[in-house]
């Protein structure tokens, strides 16, 4: 069974910067795909990055330049490095992984079956 456990999230003011951690338990291994997700209050939940091994990363448009996806294996945690943060990247961020061992991050929530219960981030004008 995996858990995945977020945390990092908090206030802060637009421009300023937020990290976010995934500690993954169980069977997760560099080859799965880790996502993150958000969603905003009446916002369908949305992909924000992904990454499988440590360089196979992909990037929503809209947090490309100033989001970072990364990985430590060793620690089996995934990160969300945000800087330059907007109004609008208020939601609750959500970590997620997937089981199929593959070549491609999947961008859909329904690819993931494995989530953590998310992490608000709100970022004040």
């Known amino acids: 069974q995996v858990q995945l456990v977020e945390s990092g999230g908090g206030l802060v003011q637009a421009g300023g910067s937020l990290r976010l951690s995934c500690a993954a338990s169980?069977?997760?291994?560099?080859?799965?795909?880790m996502g993150w997700f958000r969603q905003a209050p009446g916002k369908e939940r949305e992909f924000v990055a992904g990454?499988?091994?440590?360089?196979?990363?992909l990037y929503a448009e809209f947090v490309k330049g100033r989001f970072t996806i990364s990985r430590d294996n060793a620690k089996n945690t995934v990160y969300l490095q945000m800087n330059s943060l907007k109004p609008e990247d208020t939601a609750v961020y959500y970590c997620?992984?997937?089981?199929?061992?593959?070549?491609?991050?999947?961008?859909?929530?329904?690819?993931?079956?494995?989530w953590g219960q998310g992490t608000q981030v709100t970022v004040s004008s």
């Open positions: 997620a992984a997937d089981k199929i061992i593959g070549a491609v991050v999947p961008t859909s929530p329904r690819a993931y079956p494995y």
């Open positions: 169980g069977s997760i291994f560099s080859n799965n795909a």
């Open positions: 990454i499988r091994w440590s360089s196979n990363t």
